[in-house]
């Protein structure tokens, strides 16, 4: 007898990650700074590397070990950090990572200034999302408007039409104050009327 299918039902269903999406994107920006650190760290080593071959004209790279990492994050601007990823919503994570590593192809930084710049770019990123959220509010706000009330906002603009006063003097001013004025044409019922106010 085969003990293959008992074994099969004795085999743990898969399980779900129980860490809320918050939490994955601050892992996942967070490891992206370390990474993005550790590389332009060695970047300057090597950098360093070239420049004291090129001085002194003999390369010890082979004998040189790997150093570990001198650069770390002090603990008060790692949790200000965090607390920035935190706000970011899981659909800007891969985006806000593009971004940085953008910048950091283009600018090539010192170690110490990765964290500024990481954070820039998440500063932008929270920028991009209040727009955004912005943006939705007002399309929710229109959206739930009653149709007829487009109509009535175009008329009511239109009916704040106010008689056109210049403070601009011209030639034909004195003409214009000695003729009496035309009579007002017979009043429409539908249209209010507008009189400019004679200045005596």
Not at 127 to 145: D, I, N, P, V
């Amino acid at each position: 007898m085969s003990l293959l299918p008992w074994l099969r039902w004795i085999e743990a269903p898969p399980r779900l990650s129980s860490r809320s999406p918050a939490e994955m994107v601050l892992e996942t920006l967070m490891m992206e700074l370390a990474g993005q650190m550790r590389e332009a760290e060695r970047q300057q080593r090597e950098r360093s590397s070239a420049v004291r071959k090129i001085c002194t004209g003999v390369d010890y790279s082979w004998l040189a070990r790997t150093s570990p990492p001198t650069y770390d994050l002090s603990p008060g601007e790692r949790l200000q950090l965090e607390d920035v990823c935190a706000k970011i919503h899981p659909s800007y994570c891969g985006p806000a990572i593009l971004r940085f590593r953008q910048l950091m192809a283009e600018q090539e930084p010192e170690v110490q200034e990765v964290s500024r710049l990481f954070r820039s770019v998440l500063q932008e990123v929270l920028e991009t999302m209040k727009q955004e959220e912005e943006a939705h509010k007002l399309t929710r706000q229109w959206s739930r408007r009653p149709r007829g009330s487009l109509a009535l906002a175009a008329f009511k603009a239109r009916a704040r039409i106010s008689p056109f006063a210049s403070d601009i003097r011209t030639i034909s001013e004195d003409v214009e104050r000695d003729t009496p004025p035309p009579p007002p044409p017979p009043r429409t019922w539908s249209v209010p009327e507008f009189r400019a106010l004679q200045e005596d």
